[in-house]
Each structure stands twice: as structure tokens, then as C-alpha cells.
Nanobody, 122 residues
């Protein structure tokens, strides 16, 4: 079992930065891959970034490469640093944990946070 709680969303202008945080608890969370998904209105949920349990492997979606960075600390808090935000980044962002070691487009969340809204105005 794992519990995830996101924070850090908000309303910003295009070009600004935001950092999302996801605090995780659970006995086995040390061994879970962690990821950030997002879902915009009328669109499917997509994987934005993911990081392996060791932090040694990361994945980024094409639309965020070079702008977003995923990190996890030794207390298993996972961060998503988002720079140069664009209006198309507007979505609800969800933190997820996965039993699987997969850190790519095939990642599936087994545990989810409640989501945090990110809105980027033009």
C-alpha cells in the first residue's frame, strides 16, 4: 500500500515555473517507481515524467523534455520542476506509484494522489 499527496499547483503565466511535490508513505514505497501524469479537459491521461525506485532512470514525455525535471529524495518525496510553462501544459497533474520497474510510456499507476490543478495563462 502507498499513500500519495500532491501539492504545488496553481495559476501562472506562460514562461513561468512551478514545482509540484508529492509526499508518499507506505512500507514498500522505497521500491516503487514514481511518476507524474496529467489530464487536460477532453483528453486522455498521459505520462509526463517518471523515475525509478533508485532515481537512476528517468523518463520524460516528448512535450516536456528540456523543460520539466523529475526528482525523488531519500524520503520518497517526488518533485516535478516545471520551467518555461506553456498554456498547453494546463491540466490536472497526478502523482502515481507503480509496483513495476517500468519507467517509460508503459508505466501504469497502482496508487494515485488526488491531483493538483496547473493552469497556464497566455
Amino acid at each position: 500500500q502507498a499513500q500519495l499527496v500532491e501539492s504545488g499547483g496553481g495559476l501562472v503565466q506562460a514562461g513561468a515555473s512551478l514545482r509540484l511535490s508529492c509526499a508518499t508513505t507506505g512500507r514498500m514505497v522505497n521500491y516503487y517507481a514514481l511518476g507524474w501524469f496529467r489530464q487536460a479537459p477532453g483528453k486522455e491521461r498521459e505520462l509526463v515524467a517518471a523515475i525509478s525506485w533508485s532515481g537512476g532512470t528517468t523518463y520524460y514525455g516528448d512535450s516536456v523534455k528540456g523543460r520539466f525535471t523529475i526528482l525523488r529524495d531519500n524520503e520518497n518525496t517526488v518533485y516535478l520542476q516545471m520551467n518555461s510553462l506553456k498554456p498547453e501544459d494546463t491540466a490536472v497533474y497526478y502523482c502515481a506509484a507503480s509496483h513495476s520497474a517500468v519507467v517509460d510510456t508503459g508505466m501504469r499507476g497502482d496508487y494515485w494522489g488526488q491531483g493538483t490543478q496547473v493552469t497556464v495563462s497566455s
